[in-house]
């Protein structure tokens, strides 16, 4: 009776896949994972193996084809070629390295477990692109973008997406030699692809900031046109012969130099997500439960390779480039999962009849594994690290030329003063404490923070106080104080609070000293009290403290009467 109610309208239909993505949306935010696991789930559940929602086939099919767009145009947006120059030469040598590893043995394991040379090949290239979307959500949430791992990690994920740029071209010039181009021959696509090529080139250098400038007058008008820019070139690449996928691409590439593309990938990124909704909706439609079940076998095989293998490389590939295995383990936990790029990369390959339905559903069960597993291992990284640290010695250089832990060059004589975080926050306290003759040493796991302190004439090393071995080099024998300036995380996991791990590691060597730390939740005072705090700051509260003083000396010599003002 509920299916043919919802069948009876396309509207009912999409109310009915609203509400299932919603419930299922909160189950995985119960159980910590991204909204693309949940999204991945709903298309299942929605499919014709489980609920059979989806009727409205074509309504779906475009709104999916409207979300890719608008991905690829985001990833576009991502593509500034000022910004690909300046990647360093580790994000490049661990990018590449960890695609050709992934490339070639996955190939080898693919043919392995029976699959043919092109459905292998194809399973081989999807498994190289990991999640950019879920990696910074995730080194967000645990305060780790400007960690040296973390930017490291976003390096590489950069050059993964340009490897996806070059896959989604190949895959556009397969489906032109395949004469899926409405009739017209080679190189009249060709032609027209190299004068869409001039076309965008001319736009970014003649139009598109003075164009954006005046869009960008009305945020409402700004997000209408970024829409339409991208279905206009996503249709226009189609029309041309190549994808739609490297049409929207291309829209993103041609707003990329403009300074308006932070601020357009800040309004589209929810309107991408929901899109996206619909995609999975489509792919799960097209999947049979029964098929996939003979295929959890491979799907394991090849999810520990990648939870396994993938994180091994870049740990290695970092070593050799003289990183300390920490730092390695840590970006490469990075990437272990796949994307849904992924999937998108072998919805291309069914759809140019190079696959089959089932390499696309073996390709989804890796992605629900791998992603799922892979928010565990990022979430507990320094808890993995820690358990493993013994087996990683082979992946470090005996002297990691890249990373000293504190040199003991760089400890000045007479310290009085340790302070870890260099926000601006905590630049302020090492400021007001030198001017009244205190000697600081400055201590940041951010390395442009480093810089920027050593400019202001602090003494500054790079460091993370969520290392151990950071704090077993600290030179603590005559400090009065170490003060914490770090933010805060929000993961609610405890054990991983570097603080926590501050203060025990300052436990462990016999600190005498006192020990001060910021803390943005008072829930949290008793227990870093009790594990041996002396001082609990609170830097919003402090901050309104000291206003209202500065307020109030205004005031002496006048009557105040009654509570202030609610």
Same mark, same amino acid.
């Not at 193996?49 to 989806?54: I, Y």
């Not at 009790?530 to 901050?543: K, L, S, T, W």
């Given at each position: 009776?509920?299916?043919?109610?919802?069948?009876?309208?396309?509207?009912?239909?999409?109310?009915?896949?609203?509400? @299932?993505?919603?419930?299922?949306?909160?189950?995985?935010?119960?159980?910590?994972?991204?909204?693309?696991?949940?999204?991945?789930?709903?298309?299942? @559940?929605?499919?014709?193996?489980?609920?059979?929602?989806?009727?409205?086939?074509?309504?779906?099919?475009?709104?999916?084809?409207?979300?890719?767009?608008?991905?690829?145009?985001?990833?576009?947006?991502?593509?500034?070629?000022?910004?690909?120059?300046?990647?360093?030469?580790?994000? @490049?040598?661990?990018?590449?390295?960890?695609?050709?590893?992934?490339?070639?043995?996955?190939?080898?394991?693919?043919?392995?477990?029976?699959?043919?040379?092109?459905?292998?090949?194809?399973?081989?290239?999807? @498994?190289?692109?990991?999640?950019?979307?879920?990696?910074?959500k995730l080194l967000s949430d645990k305060r780790e973008v400007d960690s040296l791992h973390g930017r490291i990690a976003i390096g590489f994920l950069i050059v993964q997406d340009v490897v996806v740029v070059i896959a989604m071209m190949v895959l556009s010039s397969f489906g032109v030699a395949g004469g899926d181009a409405d009739g017209r021959s080679l190189p009249v696509v060709l032609a027209s692809g190299i004068g869409m090529l001039v076309f965008v080139f001319l736009f970014i250098r003649y139009a598109a900031t003075p164009l954006m400038m005046r869009v960008a007058g009305s945020n409402e008008l700004m997000v209408i046109f970024a829409i339409a820019w991208a279905a206009l070139l996503a249709a226009a690449g189609y029309y041309l012969g190549f994808s739609k996928e490297l049409g929207g691409l291309l829209a993103g590439v041609s707003l990329a130099t403009t300074p308006y593309r932070d601020a357009l990938a800040a309004r589209l990124s929810s309107l991408r997500d929901f899109l996206l909704l619909f995609f999975f909706v489509a792919l799960g439609s097209s999947l049979d439960l029964g098929l996939l079940g003979a295929q959890v076998v491979p799907a394991l095989v090849l999810s520990a390779f990648v939870l396994i293998g993938n994180p091994l490389i870049v740990l290695a590939i970092m070593g050799y480039l003289g990183y300390r295995k920490r730092t390695g383990f840590l970006a490469g936990l990075t990437v272990a999962q796949i994307s849904e790029f992924s999937l998108i990369f072998m919805a291309m390959g069914v759809t140019l009849g190079h696959v089959s339905n089932d390499a696309l559903g073996l390709v989804t069960l890796v992605g629900l594994i791998s992603i799922a597993l892979s928010v565990y291992m990022i979430t507990y990284s320094y808890e993995l690290y820690r358990r493993l640290e013994p087996l990683l010695g082979i992946f470090e250089r005996r002297d990691p030329q890249r990373e000293t832990t504190i040199p003991a060059t760089a400890i000045p004589p007479d310290i009085d003063i340790i302070l870890f975080g260099l926000g601006r926050y905590g630049s302020e306290i090492v400021r007001q404490l030198q001017e009244v003759g205190l000697r600081v040493f400055a201590v940041d796991f951010n390395p442009d923070a480093v810089q920027r302190g050593r400019a202001l004439g602090i003494t500054a090393v790079y460091g993370d106080a969520a290392d151990p071995e950071v704090i077993d080099a600290l030179p603590i024998e005559g400090v009065k104080w170490v003060i914490s300036a770090l933010p805060q995380h929000d993961t609610g996991l405890t054990h991983q609070d570097p603080r926590h791990i501050l203060l025990d590691g300052l436990g462990r060597r016999g600190f005498s000293g006192r020990i001060a730390l910021s803390n943005h939740r008072e829930d949290q005072d008793h227990d870093l009290i009790?594990?041996?705090?002396?001082?609990?700051?609170?830097?919003?509260?402090?901050?309104a403290d000291r206003a209202v003083e500065r307020v109030l000396e205004h005031f002496e010599g006048t009557e105040l009467t009654g509570p202030p003002p609610t």
């Open positions: 009776m509920l299916m043919s109610l919802i069948h009876a309208s396309p509207f009912y239909e999409l109310a009915a896949l609203l509400a @299932l993505a919603a419930a299922t949306g909160f189950v995985g935010l119960l159980l910590r994972q991204p909204m693309v696991v949940s999204f991945i789930a709903v298309g299942v @559940l929605a499919g014709p193996s489980a609920l059979d929602v989806v009727v409205s086939h074509d309504n779906v099919d475009l709104m999916a084809e409207l979300g890719i767009a608008l991905l690829l145009f985001l990833v576009g947006l991502k593509l500034d070629i000022s910004l690909i120059r300046s990647l360093g030469l580790v994000a @490049l040598a661990t990018g590449l390295g960890q695609v050709l590893f992934t490339s070639i043995f996955g190939f080898l394991i693919a043919l392995a477990l029976g699959l043919e040379p092109v459905a292998a090949l194809y399973v081989a290239v999807a @498994l190289t692109f990991s999640s950019t979307i879920i990696i910074v009790e594990r041996g705090a002396h001082i609990v700051m609170h830097p919003f509260h402090d901050a």
